[in-house]
């Protein structure tokens, strides 16, 4: 039985144009392309219910359609599910408390590297991996970097999405200040970056203890160096020259910023950029479908587009995605349900319609949906089709583990940054810092 969110219904998102509307129409009847594959045989438990948690949305269709193909697994199964949306920044203490006491949600859709701090503690998800593997042309590469356990072919979480965090930037103030786009060298995005301050249109990025924007800014800075926390053999290297480089060029790029960016949450330059306080930022498309969206800035979302971050030293675009990541633990108490679930949220007539009413905010995982009409829908959103394909990853070089969860989610690499931005370290102090940091966690 189909569920379909009414008109009225659909007049209550943030994203509520004639146009977005019939994109997710278009989405409903759009055929993606798939391969014949025999689903997992999970038979649901009797008397299952589910209780699902997952990141707070920042476009409101995010959790207007997922609450919808959770009431659609709901009546289609007879499984009651509750589905409770949590701040960025307390998914993971609550998926801790879950961890240590055996008791809290079924289904945990985390970040990134949360499955790897926990591997141990969880079901294996191969068999859902497999299948939609097979079904959906195969998994992009930080879906499956993040899914499997490292060293093995074995799936501890079901990626469901990535938000990548390329510059969104005003047009008309890049011009203005001298550019016909983003340039890739670390030279001339500084003189833009002091071009756009001197003309009072300055730029921000993330310097405070964000899950997504923060250690956004962190790794671009490192990798754009061709640096890295940790080497192939998964050995702190952060230590090195081209952290001390990536360390000094922030310190002549950050006084081009807005102030306050050593505060700033993964909120915060959204809130600065549509109120016109910043012109240029790394941010996920909420950004720009709040504003397309709004009668109020859609001039601001006219005048905005989107391009890869900085490349700098590095052979390819330096950025990566915040995953949200599904898991179950071993503690579930009804664990053919909760597998069931995240299976039937990735299928195409689940997936699809929620993929385009957030105009890809959560970047694909499986390569079918490259396919998805949301992509050619609006230029402006290109970069973001890419999102679960770029090869750079928590830990990079590194494999993913436990500890690179925790270098995460304890914001080692930004606080090095923060550090020298903010003037309590020099570049040297800073890099010691966080080497020491790391190797308490990297043992």
């Known amino acids: 039985m189909a569920y379909l969110i009414t008109r009225r219904d659909g007049l209550k998102l943030a994203a509520a144009s004639a146009a977005t509307l019939a994109l997710v129409e278009e989405a409903r009847a759009q055929q993606i392309p798939t391969q014949p594959a025999e689903p997992p045989r999970l038979p649901i438990e009797s008397g299952a219910s589910l209780r699902v948690i997952r990141p707070a949305r920042f476009v409101e269709p995010d959790e207007t359609f997922f609450r919808a193909n959770a009431e659609k697994f709901s009546r289609q199964f007879n499984v009651p599910v509750r589905v409770d949306f949590v701040g960025w920044e307390d998914i993971r203490p609550q998926t801790a408390v879950l961890a240590n006491t055996g ?23 191969s068999d859902v991996a497999e299948y939609l593997g097979k079904k959906y042309g195969g998994w992009q590469f930080l879906a499956e970097k993040y899914g499997k356990r490292h060293g093995t072919n074995n799936w501890i979480g079901i990626p469901l999405g990535g938000s990548t965090g390329p510059i969104v930037y005003r047009i008309s103030a890049v011009k203005e200040a001298g550019f016909d786009k983003i340039p890739d060298s670390h030279e001339d ?8 301050k001197e003309i009072g249109k300055p730029a ?8 997504g924007d923060g250690n956004g800014t962190a790794n671009w800075l490192t990798w754009s160096h061709n640096s890295f926390l940790t080497d192939e053999q998964g050995r702190v290297a952060i230590n090195q020259p081209a952290t001390i480089q990536a360390l000094e060029y922030l310190q002549k790029l950050y006084p081009t910023f807005v102030p306050g960016t050593l505060s700033w949450l993964d909120p915060t330059n959204n809130r600065a950029y549509a109120a016109q306080e910043c012109w240029l930022t790394p941010n996920g498309v909420s950004l720009y479908f709040a504003l397309k969206n709004d009668p109020n800035t859609r001039h601001i979302a006219e005048d905005s587009d989107h391009a890869n971050m900085p490349r700098g030293l590095a052979p390819d675009a330096p950025q990566t995605a915040t995953i949200i990541n599904a898991m179950v633990f071993r503690s579930a108490r009804f664990p053919n349900a909760a597998k069931a679930f995240i299976q039937f949220m990735m299928e195409a007539e689940q997936y699809n319609p929620w993929l385009t009413a957030c105009l890809g905010y959560w970047s694909h995982p499986l ?8 992509w050619d829908s609006d230029p402006k959103i290109a970069v973001y089709r890419r999102g679960l394909d770029y090869r750079y990853w928590s830990g990079y070089k590194g494999p993913i583990t436990a500890a690179t969860g925790t270098a995460a989610s304890e914001y080692i690499l930004i606080q090095m940054y923060a550090s ?3 003037g309590q370290a020099t570049p040297q102090q800073a890099v010691a810092e966080a080497e020491r940091r790391a190797r308490r966690i990297f043992r």
């Open 420 to 422: 020298v931005a903010g």
């Open 189 to 196: 995005f500084l003189r833009l970056c002091q071009r756009l």
């Open 367 to 374: 390569k079918a949906y490259d396919n998805s009409a949301v």
């Open 204 to 211: 921000g990025f993330a310097l405070g203890n964000a899950v």
């Open 103 to 125: 008791t809290g949600p079924d289904v945990v859709i985390g970040w990134s590297d949360d499955p790897h701090i926990y591997a141990d503690r969880l079901l294996d998800l």
